[in-house]
Each structure stands twice: as structure tokens, then as C-alpha cells.
């Protein structure tokens, strides 16, 4: 499979298989980055179905993981919506891949543009249901939490601007076909929430049995390339 790295307004990313027309962005989750194992496999898959894939990194993941700039939503749509003009100019057809918080943010960024179709893995549909279930987690009510402004814990960092953002943002539009793989077992995203996302916006879900949020097991990234390849 052919691959260049590349850099879009500064952004480090990979072009992933031969210009084609039709061009997927993908999004990868936390602690990841733009080589995350089902990004491989989503590229492999794809570019043998007549698609260009397009990944990158997001702040503080990747070769990015040197900066000290807290991740915010809206930077990350900013940079999201210059990789899309980027793809604009490159095809015809844009679609959309995003795992966990990579696809929350591409939820916030692109209910309005033209989008052919997405798959999104262990999706973060509900960001202000994470968040609180965090602060359970660490034991904070809202008011600790703006008065702390940041709390450490051994899951997932609480930022109190993040909080306000997600918030006051709440995803109210999703027009696009839309395929869902979830695990069984994915505790971080939980099913209800999921599920009353896909009924809502009309897209297809699947659940792995046995799965959990993070797919990277073998038998989990077998599945998920089975689910991908039948839906491209």
C-alpha cells in the first residue's frame, strides 16, 4: 500500500493509497495517533475499494505529543475542518472515519458540510456523560471542579474549559449515513447512550460480543475488519 507523509497547514498526517476521487478522513482516539492499528486496517481495506484515506495527528497525540497546549474541542475542529479543505481540493467525494473522541469531534465539525458517509468505532457520542462520570470518579462535585480548574486522575485528565465547551455544544445534528461498531463491553461510552444516538440520527449499529472500547485485540481488530470491509 502506498503511503506519504505529509504536513497540512503544519498539521503532521499521512496520505494513506493513490488519489482516487473519493477520500476518507480519519480521526483517530486518545492516547493515539494517525497510525493507530485501526487506521491501518481501516487504509488497507479502503485503498483496495478505490479510496484515498487521509489521517493525522491530533494536539498532544503522535509527533504532536511534545506540545503542553491543553487539547480543546475547538482548536480540534478548526484543524479537522483544515484537513477537509485540504480533502476538498484533493476529491470529489468526501467520507469520514473517526474512533472514540476522534469521532466526537468530527460530530461537532461536520453535521453541515457534504459528507458521502462515515464509520465511526467506539464513538464518543455523549462527551458530557464522560465527563461526568469522571468527576463521579474522582469524587468532585461541578463546583470543585471550576474551582480546581484541573483535575489529575489515572484515566482521563478533567479540564473545567473543556467542560464548559462540550457543554454548550451539544451535538443536535447528524444528517449523514452513518455505520456504528461498538464493544459489548464498552463501559466508556455506554450502550444507552449509544444507542439512543444511532436511533435518533438513523445510523446502522453493531456490537461485538465481548468487546470493550478500546478494539485491539486480535479478535477485535479481525471483527472490526470484517464490519469495515463489508460497509465500505
Same mark, same amino acid.
Given at each position: 500500500?502506498?503511503l506519504?507523509?505529509?504536513?497540512?497547514?503544519?498539521?503532521?498526517?499521512i496520505l494513506?493509497?493513490?488519489?482516487?476521487?473519493?477520500?476518507?478522513?480519519?480521526a483517530?482516539?486518545?492516547?493515539?495517533?494517525?497510525?493507530?492499528?485501526?487506521?491501518?486496517?481501516?487504509?488497507e481495506?479502503?485503498?483496495?475499494?478505490? =479510496?484515498?484515506?487521509?489521517?493525522f495527528?491530533?494536539?498532544?497525540?503522535?509527533?504532536? $505529543?511534545?506540545? &503542553?497546549?491543553?487539547?480543546?474541542?475547538d482548536r480540534?475542529i478548526?484543524?479537522?475542518?483544515?484537513?477537509?479543505?485540504?480533502?476538498?481540493?484533493?476529491?470529489?467525494?468526501?467520507s469520514?472515519f473517526g474512533?472514540s473522541?476522534? $469521532? =466526537?469531534?468530527?460530530l461537532?465539525?461536520? $453535521?453541515?458540510e457534504?459528507?458521502?458517509?462515515?464509520?465511526?468505532?467506539s464513538?464518543?457520542?455523549?462527551?458530557?456523560?464522560?465527563?461526568?462520570n /469522571?468527576?463521579? =470518579?474522582?469524587?468532585?462535585?461541578?463546583?470543585?471542579f471550576?474551582?480546581?480548574?484541573?483535575?489529575?486522575?489515572?484515566?482521563?485528565? /478533567?479540564?473545567?474549559p =473543556?467542560?464548559?465547551?462540550?457543554?454548550?455544544?451539544p451535538?443536535t445534528k447528524?444528517?449523514h449515513? &452513518?455505520?456504528?461498531?461498538?464493544?459489548?463491553?464498552?463501559?466508556?461510552?455506554?450502550?444507552?447512550y449509544?444507542?439512543?444516538? $444511532?436511533?435518533?440520527?438513523?445510523?446502522s449499529l453493531?456490537?461485538?460480543?465481548?468487546?470493550?472500547?478500546?478494539?485491539? &485485540?486480535?479478535?477485535?481488530l479481525?471483527?472490526?475488519r470484517?464490519?469495515?470491509r463489508?460497509r465500505?
Amino acid at each position: 500500500m502506498e503511503l506519504d507523509k505529509i504536513r497540512i497547514g503544519g498539521i503532521p498526517a499521512i496520505l494513506w493509497g493513490k488519489p482516487s476521487g473519493r477520500m476518507i478522513i480519519a480521526a483517530h482516539g486518545s492516547r493515539s495517533s494517525k497510525i493507530d492499528d485501526c487506521i491501518w486496517i481501516l487504509a488497507e481495506e479502503a485503498t483496495q475499494r478505490g =479510496y484515498q484515506v487521509v489521517s493525522f495527528d491530533l494536539p498532544q497525540h503522535g509527533e504532536r $505529543a511534545w506540545e &503542553t497546549e491543553r487539547i480543546m474541542p475547538d482548536r480540534c475542529i478548526r484543524e479537522l475542518k483544515t484537513v477537509f479543505r485540504y480533502a476538498k481540493g484533493s476529491a470529489r467525494q468526501i467520507s469520514l472515519f473517526g474512533c472514540s473522541m476522534g $469521532a =466526537y469531534f468530527q460530530l461537532l465539525t461536520f $453535521a453541515e458540510e457534504e459528507i458521502a458517509r462515515a464509520w465511526f468505532l467506539s464513538p464518543v457520542t455523549d462527551m458530557e456523560r464522560i465527563i461526568h462520570n /469522571l468527576m463521579g =470518579y474522582c469524587g468532585i462535585t461541578e463546583e470543585e471542579f471550576e474551582e480546581r480548574i484541573v483535575v489529575e486522575n489515572d484515566i482521563e485528565p /478533567l479540564y473545567f474549559p =473543556y467542560y464548559t465547551y462540550v457543554r454548550s455544544h451539544p451535538v443536535t445534528k447528524w444528517p449523514h449515513e &452513518t455505520y456504528i461498531l461498538r464493544g459489548e463491553h464498552d463501559t466508556l461510552c455506554e450502550y444507552p447512550y449509544v444507542k439512543d444516538f $444511532a436511533e435518533r440520527f438513523g445510523c446502522s449499529l453493531t456490537e461485538q460480543k465481548g468487546g470493550e472500547h478500546w478494539f485491539h &485485540t486480535e479478535s477485535e481488530l479481525a471483527f472490526f475488519r470484517s464490519w469495515i470491509r463489508e460497509r465500505l
